[in-house]
């Protein structure tokens, strides 16, 4: 499996931006996916940007054109920049990756979560 490290969330106002870091214990490279997740309270846990295989990536519609997903593969490291924050990105943000082993089973790693608070 993987092991994530997430930083940077905290508190904006509405219309701000925060980049959100994630780091992998091992070479992206060899992640099958990667990419992050958030969850308000009382609702279910949703995607916000992944790689997939390649270099595609998802984005839910929701942050399409205001989140940035990246990545440094010399850092093993994803980032997501979020801008023009609103109160309603309001949530943990989670920190994703997906190891596809030899035996075609599929390993799932998660961040501890960063808290991204957004004011209005």
């Known amino acids: 499996q993987v092991q994530l490290v997430e930083s940077g969330g905290g508190l904006v106002q509405a219309g701000g931006s925060l980049r959100l870091s994630c780091a992998a214990s091992r070479s992206i490279f060899t992640i099958n996916a990667m990419g992050w997740y958030r969850q308000a309270p009382g609702k279910q846990r949703d995607l916000v940007a992944v790689?997939?295989?390649?270099?595609?990536?998802n984005y839910a519609d929701s942050v399409k054109g205001r989140f940035t997903i990246s990545r440094d593969n010399g850092k093993n490291t994803v980032y997501l920049q979020m801008n023009k924050l609103k109160p309603e990105d309001t949530a943990a943000y989670y920190c994703y990756a997906a190891v596809v082993a030899s035996t075609g089973r599929r390993l799932e790693s998660w961040g501890q979560g960063t808290q991204v608070t957004v004011s209005s």
């Open positions: 790689f997939t295989s390649g270099s595609s990536i």
